[in-house]
């Protein structure tokens, strides 16, 4: 054992090289709420919020986006929209579950205290409107009586949306079955005692369990699904939504090109004060000069990191809308095979370096707005002379399903076989995987009965 001198040279990251990174790897929100970050700590920093266009004409390009979006963009907000709130009031955009329950409830003569209970009770609602607390802890919690907590409980299931304070699923849905004039007892066997099968789709278990018809256990089965898992479903949350902004807007030129501009009416402006750089030329005290000087480099770093940020995306969305010119040109579903490697090639960048450009990134084109990662996919193997994009056979399995006869819905390994067939060579685990990625279920849970 000895001890050894060695010297070497070893990469290492600065400050501003971290900075730039950062920078980089920004939204556009996230850069500007960094920005207006910057100009409170730094003096030499003048921060301008983005100039948004008048209102009418602001007004338009929105509805022109919404015209111009898919279906497909579903998947990219968090949108509660469902068939099932047909059986429930239609609230107002900005009512809360609470708001609705409470104002049932002052409307109504109450004792004193069951209508304390009745609001503390209300204002113990989970997210999905179940109650989260029990008649003992509501009693506590309203300085009343057990059964005074208890007769609200009762009162609260008896308003509008029906399952309002329910424990519990199984709960939630035998308070909507309640509302019927003629019970269904078969509907609600299911709920008491065959949950599990009914989200199996094991229908014919459930007929054998309960000694009815297959007929008859399909329908109750059709009845409960029928019915509104969450009471808080179609009320406002209380929290702000989130709005996605797109970073880069795709627009086809006159030739029949496409090129990507900066969304920049979303981007704040950032300036350095001619007084602060006024104080270094010409400042006697050196502290102050040294202070200055300091702000003012770090201020321009960043709007040199900014302006590296903006052209390196620009770059990257450049190869992509040449790569992907079929899905720019006919939709979604045209994806052809694209690589983080592929772009940093093209470019001359190093492949981390695309991939913080292209995190949290979003761009508008004429079919409606797209993360960057959306048009990244590996290539499945294929007889065709160019390979397919993951994205593109997940769409086709998508659309197999979509026309199978649902009273004999296609296993994964037909659904290979169909595309073997279209000449796009995929295995059954393969066609499990990404038919589950979209939140398909299986042939028995599509089945029909």
Not at 88 to 96: H, K, L, R, V
Not at 105 to 123: G, H, M, N, Y
Not at 251 to 259: C, F, V
């Amino acid at each position: 054992m000895d001890l050894e001198l060695n010297i070497s040279q070893r990469p290492a990251l600065s400050q501003d090289l971290v900075l730039s990174a950062e920078i980089l790897r920004m939204s556009s929100a996230e850069l500007n709420e960094y920005l207006k970050e910057l100009s409170e700590e730094n003096p030499v920093v003048e921060y301008e919020p983005p100039t948004m266009e008048d209102e009418p004409r602001l007004l338009e390009r929105k509805l022109e986006w919404l015209e111009s979006s898919d279906r497909q963009n579903i998947q990219y907000y968090d949108d509660d929209t469902d068939d099932t709130l047909s059986n429930i009031c239609s609230p107002s955009s900005d009512e809360t579950l609470e708001d609705h329950l409470l104002g049932q409830i002052r409307t109504q003569k109450l004792d004193p205290k069951v209508s304390l209970a009745t609001e503390i009770a209300v204002k113990s609602l989970d997210k999905n409107g179940y109650l989260t607390e029990t008649a003992e802890g509501i009693a506590h919690l309203s300085g009343t009586e057990i059964s005074d907590a208890e007769r609200a409980i009762e009162l609260i299931h008896s308003l509008d949306p029906a399952g309002s304070g329910a424990r519990d699923l199984r709960e939630c849905l035998l308070l909507q079955l309640a509302r019927d004039d003629i019970p269904d007892k078969t509907a609600e066997a299911v709920v008491r005692s065959h949950l599990g099968d009914l989200a199996q789709n094991h229908i014919k278990q459930i007929s054998s369990a309960l000694g009815v018809s297959l007929s008859e256990a399909a329908r109750a089965v059709k009845k409960v699904r029928s019915l509104n898992p969450r009471p808080s479903r179609g009320f406002a949350s209380g929290e702000s939504p989130a709005y996605i902004v797109p970073d880069a807007v795709i627009r086809r030129t006159s030739s029949g090109e496409y090129e990507a501009e900066l969304n920049d009416r979303y981007y704040s402006s950032l300036k350095i004060s001619g007084y602060y750089k006024d104080i270094v030329s010409s400042a006697a005290d050196r502290d102050a000069v040294k202070y200055v000087g300091a702000k003012l480099r770090q201020a321009k770093w960043v709007l040199s990191c900014i302006e590296k940020r903006n052209s390196t995306l620009i770059s990257v969305i450049g190869v992509i809308t040449d790569r992907q010119r079929d899905f720019f040109d006919n939709g979604p579903g045209r994806l052809s095979p694209l690589k983080l490697s592929d772009v940093s090639s093209r470019i001359g960048m190093h492949e981390s370096t695309v991939s913080r450009a292209v995190r949290d990134k979003y761009i508008q084109c004429g079919w409606g707005v797209f993360p960057l990662s959306y048009f990244f996919s590996s290539s499945v193997a294929s007889e065709r002379k160019k390979a397919v994009s993951q994205n593109s056979v997940k769409l086709r399995i998508r659309e197999i399903i979509d026309a199978e006869d649902k009273k004999h819905p296609l296993s994964d390994r037909s659904i290979a076989e169909a595309l073997e067939r279209e000449g796009v060579s995929v295995s059954r685990r393969t066609v499990a995987k990404y038919r589950e990625s979209m939140g398909i279920g299986g042939a028995n849970m599509r089945k029909d009965f």
